[in-house]
């Protein structure tokens, strides 16, 4: 079945300092969504990408979508200590499944 | 702005008993979803449900478990014969239309523990 990998696991960043995690399907993707999640907190979608190439921006927060759409990138600048919680990458195939990535569980140190 | 309701917020069960985790989707949503995440792990689809059937599910939604729409608000994960390895968040979802287009709006999730 489809794997979503996401990469770093964690990522401890100095404040003010920029970071990339890495999305990557097994399969080419209908589309796909980011979601933040903090610590006790539930998953809240950040954005959704569905074209080949795709590059949206958040105010810090850049996503990539791939040309083969089998990957996904997310780049902060600046980070902030605001930025402190999981990051998860969701790619779907087909109209009713999401396959979330294991996540980017991300650390900000004053 | 409307959100996912999920109650109870934590739900201690004994090993063996069945379980009812309950979901209130947004109000002109139509897709629903069920969501386990085991702590520090990440979020597993388990299942999802539309037009008052189920329209995907995953290996982990096996006769153990069962979803209802009892009526035109709740949305209900029915675990059987509960095991300790079912101890996990269960997040419910809803979204306007399927998840090629539309983002998923999470509910706070119901932690539960099996004893």
């Known amino acids: 079945g489809q794997q979503v990998m996401q990469i770093p696991q964690y990522q401890h960043v100095q404040e003010g300092e920029d970071f990339t995690t890495y999305c990557n399907s097994s399969t080419t993707l209908s589309n796909i969504q980011w979601y933040k999640q903090r610590p006790g907190g539930h998953p809240v979608f950040l954005i959704q990408?569905?074209?080949?190439?795709e590059v949206k921006k958040q105010k810090r927060l850049t996503f990539q979508f791939g040309e083969a759409k089998k990957n996904s990138s997310l780049h902060i600048t600046a980070t902030q200590t605001t930025d402190v919680g999981t990051y998860f990458c969701?790619?779907?195939?087909?109209?009713?499944?999401?396959?979330f990535g294991a996540g980017t569980t991300v650390t900000v140190r004053a | 702005e409307p959100e996912v309701t999920q109650t109870p917020s934590h739900q201690v069960t004994q090993m063996g008993q069945e379980v009812i985790l309950r979901c209130v989707p947004i109000s002109n949503h139509l897709y629903f979803y069920w969501y386990r995440q085991i702590l520090g792990q990440k979020v597993e689809f388990l299942v999802s449900?539309?037009?008052?059937?189920?329209?995907?599910k995953s290996e982990i939604f096996d006769d153990q478990f069962s979803v209802e729409r009892p009526d035109g608000s709740n949305f209900t994960l029915k675990i059987r014969s509960t095991k300790l390895e079912d101890s996990a968040m269960y997040f419910c979802?809803?979204?306007?239309?399927?998840?090629?287009?539309?983002?998923?709006?999470f509910g706070d999730g119901t932690r539960l523990s099996i004893l």
């Open positions: 969701a790619g779907s195939s087909n109209d009713y499944k999401l396959s």
């Open positions: 449900f539309y037009n008052n059937e189920i329209s995907e």
């Open positions: 990408l569905v074209k080949s190439g």
């Open positions: 979802a809803s979204s306007e239309q399927g998840a090629l287009w539309q983002p998923q709006h």
